[in-house]
């Protein structure tokens, strides 16, 4: 599931502690201003959900799922940029990506 590499070569990335699926699989503005959707990770709503909904620092975030501190700052920092995008250009935000196996 996130055990994809970027390239052709080097070491596969460490896999997330995933804590908690979101409940909803893609979220739809309304009025849709543009039809092509965003895609947010797994990874990357488990964060939001530990740091912006449980207060958890980055620090024990990290820790709960096996990752940095500094990965999961730049989790968080392309997951809610990816939300406040979906606001303004009115587009679905969907969780996870179009190749990935339910």
């Not at 052709?8 to 959707?37: D, H, N, S, T, Y």
Request: charged letters at 30%; a positive charge; aromatic letters at 4%.
């Amino acid at each position: 599931m996130h055990r994809r590499r970027r390239g052709a070569r080097g070491r596969f990335p460490i896999q997330p502690v995933i804590g908690k699926k979101p409940a909803a699989k893609r979220m739809l503005p309304e009025p849709m201003a543009a039809p092509e959707p965003i895609h947010i990770d797994l990874a990357e709503t488990e964060v939001l959900r530990l740091v912006d909904l449980e207060g958890l620092y980055q620090e024990n975030a990290g820790a709960m799922m096996g990752l940095s501190r500094g990965t999961i700052w730049r989790l968080l920092v392309s997951a809610r940029r990816k939300i406040v995008q979906a606001l303004f250009e009115g587009r679905p935000l969907v969780v996870g990506h179009p190749s990935d196996d339910d």
